[in-house]
């Protein structure tokens, strides 16, 4: 343990944005000496183990850094990195095609990486949900106490010092996780740029679906223009053409054939009129 390390016992601890956490009592070591957590009496809460990673000291003062942010800014950095790195290989690539099959192994490490930083990411992503949700809670409880201390106030329940020092500490709360809120939205905008980065990196362009669609219709309505359509028939025995019908256009029906009276019916009539006769 150097002389610098010693030094944080007895300091106060706060966090980045000033509120008062408690006090270091001790230190936990490995073997080799080196600090791994550090014991902070926080009052009511008992004695809190804070990994040393995520305190700085500053002065007289301690200041923790939460778990979060440490996480998200390693993601964003290692990221980041990861990114640079395949851009750089594919316009190594891109410039002399001869290296494609050496470049395919680094190539494979990169986008092994990528994926190894998506399940970290899906980790770090529920946790700034669950803070998100911890500070809403908070914001709720410092409103409704600054809001009953109005009321105490005009009831002439409690004095005006009194109502000034709720003002000025639920004041600070709210600023705290008011900056606390706005940090946590920033890092969630940066991881999704990063995605979308990654993604265009990872993707190769494809035409979208619309866009095809109108290239080919814009094409067949080319070529149905450029098509000659063939000519209507002329042929004057079709009825295809505009001259409207007439009754001498119409051709002549044939009258059926008169009925003949045959030489048997004439017989018939002969003897039926001697038959009167007599």
Same mark, same amino acid.
């Not at 040393?52 to 993601?75: A, C, H, M, T």
């Not at 969630?188 to 993604?199: H, M, S, Y």
């Not at 359509?229 to 119409?250: F, G, H, I, N, Q």
């Given at each position: 343990?150097?002389?610098?390390?010693?030094?944080?016992?007895?300091?106060? =601890?706060?966090? @980045?944005?000033?509120?008062? @956490?408690?006090?270091?009592?001790?230190?936990?070591?490995?073997?080799?000496?080196?600090?791994?957590?550090?014991?902070? %009496?926080?009052?009511?809460?008992?004695?809190?183990?804070?990994?040393?990673?995520?305190?700085?000291?500053?002065?007289?003062?301690?200041?923790?850094?939460?778990?979060?942010?440490?996480?998200?800014?390693?993601?964003?950095? /290692?990221?980041?990195?990861?990114?640079?790195?395949?851009?750089?290989?594919?316009?190594?690539?891109?410039?002399?095609?001869?290296?494609?099959?050496?470049?395919? +192994?680094?190539?494979?490490?990169? $986008?092994?990486?990528?994926? #190894?930083? %998506?399940?970290?990411?899906?980790?770090?992503?529920?946790?700034?949900?669950?803070?998100?949700?911890?500070?809403?809670?908070? @914001?709720?409880?410092?409103?409704?106490?600054?809001?009953? &201390?109005?009321? !105490?106030?005009?009831?002439? /329940?409690? #004095?005006?010092?009194?109502?000034?020092?709720?003002?000025?500490?639920?004041?600070?709360?709210?600023?705290? =996780? *008011?900056?606390?809120?706005?940090?946590?939205? #920033?890092?969630?905008?940066?991881? &999704?740029?990063?995605? *979308?980065?990654?993604?265009?990196?990872?993707?190769?362009?494809?035409?979208?679906?619309?866009?095809?669609?109108?290239?080919?219709?814009?094409?067949?309505?080319?070529?149905?223009?450029?098509? +000659?359509?063939?000519?209507?028939?002329? %042929?004057?025995?079709?009825?295809?053409?505009? =001259?409207?019908?007439?009754?001498?256009?119409?051709?002549?029906?044939?009258?059926?054939?008169?009925?003949? $009276?045959?030489? *048997?019916?004439?017989?018939?009539?002969?003897?039926?009129?001697? @038959?009167?006769? !007599?």
């Amino acid at each position: 343990m150097t002389h610098d390390d010693i030094d944080i016992i007895g300091k106060n =601890v706060k966090d @980045m944005y000033g509120t008062f @956490m408690g006090k270091v009592i001790g230190t936990a070591t490995d073997i080799d000496g080196s600090i791994q957590s550090v014991g902070i %009496d926080c009052g009511s809460q008992g004695l809190q183990q804070i990994p040393y990673e995520q305190l700085v000291v500053q002065g007289n003062i301690v200041i923790f850094i939460p778990k979060w942010r440490l996480d998200s800014q390693r993601l964003l950095r /290692e990221k980041q990195l990861t990114l640079r790195r395949l851009k750089a290989l594919i316009d190594i690539v891109s410039e002399n095609d001869d290296m494609k099959a050496d470049a395919e +192994i680094i190539h494979e490490k990169y $986008k092994s990486k990528l994926a #190894s930083l %998506d399940e970290a990411e899906h980790q770090i992503k529920a946790k700034l949900e669950a803070r998100l949700t911890e500070l809403d809670s908070q @914001m709720k409880s410092a409103k409704m106490l600054l809001f009953d &201390a109005k009321v !105490q106030y005009k009831s002439n /329940e409690i #004095s005006d010092n009194t109502f000034e020092i709720v003002k000025t500490c639920t004041a600070e709360l709210i600023e705290h =996780v *008011t900056h606390e809120s706005a940090e946590i939205s #920033s890092v969630k905008g940066r991881i &999704a740029e990063l995605d *979308t980065e990654v993604q265009n990196v990872t993707t190769p362009p494809q035409i979208h679906l619309q866009e095809s669609a109108v290239s080919y219709l814009s094409n067949s309505e080319s070529q149905l223009v450029q098509t +000659i359509l063939p000519e209507a028939p002329t %042929d004057p025995v079709t009825y295809s053409s505009a =001259v409207p019908l007439t009754a001498e256009s119409l051709p002549t029906i044939p009258e059926p054939p008169k009925q003949v $009276k045959t030489a *048997t019916s004439n017989t018939q009539d002969n003897w039926l009129a001697r @038959m009167e006769a !007599q």
